[in-house]
């Protein structure tokens, strides 16, 4: 990631957005909590309260409508309605992210209630940011001065707004802050388990799903982890594991021979371990094979 300082005041920007991160969020009493590239800013259901009321409503139970544990322990694990959480939020804030990983996060407009990206018409770009599967770094200097020339010709020069400008732009370029709002039932169901569970995705999407996931787990880590249990990158594993097995007609004879250990100590092996790693193996992803 190579941000164009001469040209465009980024540590200025970054220590304004600083400043009225607290004013705004943090001095308002939200639990702001930042990984890598990505500030979680709000959390509607932090305390988890809301959240709390609904699945008591949802399930009649009236006589403790505050307890927290009632909508993961009672419904999630019950496989009931995700209803308590689908309007709770998360509001993320992103700073110096490629175009293509906005691309691939703005194609979730289901349970996203909020998208600001200014940066799509008149602000210039920060930046430009490597291909995580490069292979020649060197090839993408040019990359940088096409960006340069961009920000001159509409921001210097005058001679074209930036709206027709940024035509002449790299794919790669690094979007100014932009902010996108997801529901909790969106995240974990769609975006993590798209983006993250699975595999498939792009390195640098990949990189910043996964510093959501960590910001919503420094908000509230019990309810994150727990959902992940039931959400999980194990949950492809495990139906990639009943296909085969019902499918092949598998005998525990054929997995311990898959695993390379006699019948004898695979009686011995705790099952779930030996099933994830034969039967519930999953193939490398396009961007493995690449790499």
Not at 42 to 60: H, I, M, V
Not at 170 to 192: D, N, R
Not at 196 to 219: I, P, Y
Not at 269 to 291: A, C, F, H, N, Q
Request: glycine content about 6%; hydrophobic content about 40%.
């Amino acid at each position: 990631m190579k941000f164009l300082t001469d040209v465009v005041p980024v540590d200025e920007h970054l220590n304004n957005i600083e400043k009225f991160i607290n004013v705004c969020y943090v001095e308002e009493g939200w639990n702001v909590q930042q990984h890598g590239r990505v500030i979680a800013l709000r959390s509607t259901d932090e305390s988890r309260l809301s959240s709390a009321f609904k699945a008591s409503l949802y399930l009649g139970k009236y006589n403790d409508m505050a307890n927290t544990n009632r909508f993961l322990y009672s419904m999630v694990s019950a496989g009931h309605s995700y209803e308590p959480i689908r309007g709770e939020t998360v509001l993320f804030l992103f700073i110096g992210i490629g175009k293509p990983v906005y691309d691939h996060l703005v194609t979730y407009t289901v349970g996203r209630p909020t998208r600001i990206a200014g940066g799509q018409r008149a602000n210039v770009p920060w930046g430009f940011e490597l291909p995580v599967e490069a292979k020649n770094p060197d090839e993408y200097a040019e990359e940088l001065e096409r960006i340069r020339n961009v920000i001159r010709l509409a921001k210097q020069d005058r001679a074209e707004q930036m709206q027709a400008a940024r035509a002449k732009l790299p794919v790669g370029y690094i979007m100014p802050p932009f902010l996108m709002e997801f529901s909790e039932e969106a995240l974990i169901k769609t975006v993590f388990r798209q983006r993250l569970f699975e595999k498939g995705a792009q390195g640098a999407t990949v990189e910043v799903v996964s510093d959501m996931l960590n910001a919503c787990l420094k908000v509230d880590p019990d309810k994150w982890n727990f959902l992940i249990d039931y959400h999980g990158p194990h949950i492809a594993q495990w139906e990639k594991a009943m296909r085969t097995l019902r499918k092949e007609g598998y005998t525990l004879g054929h997995i311990a021979q898959q695993a390379e250990v006699s019948l004898e100590e695979a009686l011995e092996m705790p099952l779930y371990d030996l099933l994830i790693r034969t039967v519930g193996k999953l193939p490398p992803s396009m961007w493995e094979k690449m790499r």
